[in-house]
């Protein structure tokens, strides 16, 4: 079908006061030599779009740009369907809001945005959805209260699941504790946790089956499609689902690592696990002879917010000790009750909680440092602290001496004890982690810079899920060993597609938050299967329906795109030849960024469709002293903190010129030397702020640009060219009042090395 390039120029919101409409408009039908283009006063309104829509059905257009607004605005309203591709040049957020109007500068970039929206669209196509056979059952891995309510929600929602549980019942921890936390005003009183009737409620649901246990062992294929092994004593089960709910939980961290609190040296220092269970099971006593209690210790963060044990805080420690507060209250009226802790955490409503266990003047609550738990003489356990609220140290003798120990998530076999240049310990309420210095080439996924595998790697995880991914069994791993993939943004979702974490394998949390979660799984799991089943994308480009397509007989086996790929979407045969996973595809484009041949592409996003951009954009020459810097954005932070300072009209460099990118990590370098080569002084690329917390939504998109950057230097070189001339930015979404500066200062170095001397060649 033949292109036709429709440009819609809106005037409204000011845009009309800003810049000369009609020399855009000469340019767009000039030197775009787009087909038509229109101007209108308000291009939002009913009448606008009945334009566009008129030239659609009459002049044959299949290209629209329009020129006004930013694409986070009015979406649906120039949504044209599937054949017409569409556009969004925001002249309203990046010329008119954010440049002095009327101003020669300004009119020239209107009209550059204008050549690179028509050279845009002119070099792609309209996605087709790769629809396939698919199955919308949903795998639920673990039977605790997450799992089980994860497994409700879902089969309420009319979808069948399956439960798989290790363990010869349902219930998890649940089964396992006496008493749970205040759920309901005035959240005083301890409650049951309501697993009994949560199993006869799953029992009694014939969307959901059972296998009790049974353990996972093999998981293959992609979301949609996912081919599922489980064992048993019976022998295996063949499954295919659309996506996997996993909800494993956590295990206590070793209390036999924490000798420094005493732990080993007496029976009567015991866990907090343990007291759950002698609560449960005929009332708690003194393990070294059986005999009632008249004193009792509570140790908090026993190895939780300790560089040398568990860095992270466990969130729910400090009220289980509460708990077992009233535990040992309700058998012990008269006993004598410490608790010494770093910082006593119960949030929320658990504050009132936390009020009612200080109402009792028996209970004694100190701020301390443990520098001794030993076994006295007389039989009791002395516990020494130092640095208290009282202002001097103080030793304290008990009957018992509980460790309130931490919660380490399913996913690690081993605990993870970080080295100290890997990251602190959370001590006040923070953790900071170390920097990373860049190389030149992008470590493989689970692979620190130096080649070494990182701690919390896939492969040292535990094998639940056992999955068939070329970089691991099981759930890749971020800060801490917890399987998240963007937790700022996105709990719940993982760097395995349609694989869901819930509860807490997912982050340190209490049963009612784990509920919660469930829920939150479950509904992504849905979403996950119905996306896939029409060809579209889940988080975070939902919706999109392109695939990333290979010129494989062009392909050279250098294994990039495979290692580089943070969701394992890409495999390799024999030969090392790469084979898509295309339901597994987040559209991130990463692959195409690091592919040196470039040989991958998507229909509507491309190696060619930004070397088109670039090449659209008019380079004055030297002698008119008008530089030209070309900024690559990522769309998911950096554009839209860039829109927040247009909306605070907040001025910035009109020699400026913004190419937004899927993701910084989907950077290809030629774009880089296809701009210097074009004449551009300077390219500065602005990307999610990468690190520990993973800001990036594509998880490693930023790393990967900024790793990929020694490869530019080598390029510069060999253009003998300043390697002042580009620069990478970290950008939160929250930095826009940032950003403006970011480019001025860039701009002052520019100026301090030059004009490119490849102007005009």
């Known amino acids: 079908m033949e292109t036709k390039v429709g440009v819609y120029i809106c005037k409204g919101c000011n845009l009309g006061k800003s810049f000369d409409c009609e020399k855009v408009a000469k340019v767009a039908t000039g030197e775009a030599k787009a087909e038509i283009c229109r101007e209108h006063d308000i291009l ?100 605790g209260m997450t799992g089980m309510t994860a497994a409700k929600a879902a089969a309420t929602a009319g979808y069948k699941v399956i439960i798989v549980e290790k363990e010869d019942r349902l219930g998890g921890w649940a089964t396992k504790f006496k008493k749970v936390f205040p759920k309901h005003p005035p959240y005083k009183d301890l409650e049951d946790s309501g697993y009994e009737t949560l199993i006869s409620e799953i029992e009694a649901n014939e969307g959901i089956t059972v296998h009790l246990s ?75 002879d059986g005999k009632p209690i008249d004193s009792i210790a509570f140790i ?90 009282l202002g001097e140290d103080i030793r304290i003798k008990a009957d018992m001496v509980v460790l309130a120990t931490g919660m380490v998530p399913s996913t690690q076999v081993d605990d993870p004890i970080p080295t100290n240049t890997e990251v602190e310990a ?22 620190t810079a130096d080649g070494k595998k990182e701690a919390e790697s896939a492969e040292k995880g535990a094998m639940i899920l056992n999955l068939t991914y070329r970089q691991g069994t099981d759930l890749p791993t971020l800060k801490y060993g917890f399987p998240d ?39 992504k799991s849905i979403q996950a299967v ?60 990463i692959c195409m960024g690091a592919c040196p041949e470039r040989i991958i592409s998507f229909a509507n996003y491309s190696i060619n469709m930004v070397s088109s951009m670039i090449k659209a954009i008019d380079v004055p020459d030297e002698f008119e002293e008008k530089p030209r810097i ?30 937004p990118l899927r993701c910084l990590g989907s950077i290809n370098t030629v774009w880089i030397s296809d701009a210097l080569a074009s004449g551009f002084d300077g390219v500065i690329l602005l990307g999610c702020a990468k690190g520990d917390d993973y800001q990036c939504h594509f998880v490693r998109g930023s790393e990967l640009a900024d790793y990929r950057m020694g490869n530019v230097q080598e390029k510069l070189k060999q253009l003998v060219l300043e390697e002042e001339r580009v620069e990478v930015h970290d950008v939160a979404i929250t930095d826009g009042e940032k950003i403006p500066k970011i480019f001025d200062d860039f701009l002052e170095v520019i100026e301090t090395v030059g004009p490119n001397p490849y102007k005009g060649m």
């Open 44 to 143: 939002c309104s009913s009448e606008g779009v009945a334009l566009i829509q008129n030239d659609i059905k009459n002049e044959g257009i299949n290209r629209v740009v329009v020129a006004a607004c930013s694409q986070r605005v009015f979406p649906e309203l120039f949504d044209f369907g599937p054949n017409i591709l569409v556009d969004r040049t925001p002249l309203r957020e990046q010329v008119a809001w954010c440049h002095p109007a009327n101003d020669e500068d300004t009119q020239m970039l209107a009209e550059d945005y204008i050549r690179m929206g028509v050279a845009k669209l002119r070099a792609t196509a309209p996605p087709t959805p790769l629809i396939e056979e698919t199955s919308k059952d949903i795998l639920v891995v673990g039977g």
């Open 426 to 447: 959370e001590t006040d309420g923070e953790a900071e982690a170390e920097g990373e210095d860049a190389t030149e080439s992008a470590p493989a996924e689970g692979e």
């Open 485 to 523: 993939s963007h937790f700022i943004c996105f709990p719940y979702e993982t760097r395995r597609t349609g694989i869901y974490a819930a509860g807490a394998v997912r982050a340190p949390m209490d049963l009612a938050s784990s509920v919660n979660d469930a829920y939150g799984a479950a509904f």
């Open 530 to 589: 119905e996306a896939i089943a029409q060809g579209k994308a889940v988080h975070p480009r939902a919706g999109d329906t392109s695939t990333p397509e290979f010129a494989l007989q062009r392909c050279t086996q250098c294994k990039r795109c495979t290692e580089e790929c943070p969701f394992g979407a890409i495999d390799e045969d024999e030969k090392g030849t790469p084979e898509l996973n295309p339901l597994r595809c987040r559209r991130c484009g």
């Open 300 to 389: 908090q963060c026993a190895g939780s917010r300790d560089q040398d044990h568990l860095p992270y805080c466990s969130a729910v420690c400090c009220r289980v000790s509460l708990k077992q507060v009233k535990y040992v209250r309700e058998q012990y009226p008269d006993a004598k009750i410490y608790v010494i802790y770093k910082d006593l955490r119960s949030p929320a409503q658990f504050e009132r909680f936390y009020a009612s266990v200080q109402d009792d003047e028996g209970v004694f609550f100190t701020k301390g440092e443990i520098v001794g738990v030993t076994k006295d003489t007389d039989g009791k356990i002395a516990v020494d602290v130092e640095e208290t609220l």
């Open 214 to 288: 049974t353990e996972v062992e093999r998981t293959s294929g992609q979301p949609g499609q996912l081919a599922v092994t489980l064992k048993n004593g019976q022998g295996t089960t063949e499954l295919t689902v659309g996506s996997i709910i996993q909800a494993t939980g956590f295990r206590p961290y070793d209390a036999t690592k924490l000798t420094h609190l005493g732990y080993g040296s007496s029976p009567d220092i015991v866990t907090n696990i343990t007291i759950e269970e002698m609560a449960q099971n005929g009332g708690i006593k003194r393990p070294s």
């Open 630 to 659: 070309l900024a690559f954005v990522c769309e998911n932070d950096a554009l839209p903190a860039l829109e927040q300072a247009a909306r605070k009209r907040m001025q910035y460099n009109a020699m400026i010129r913004i190419i």
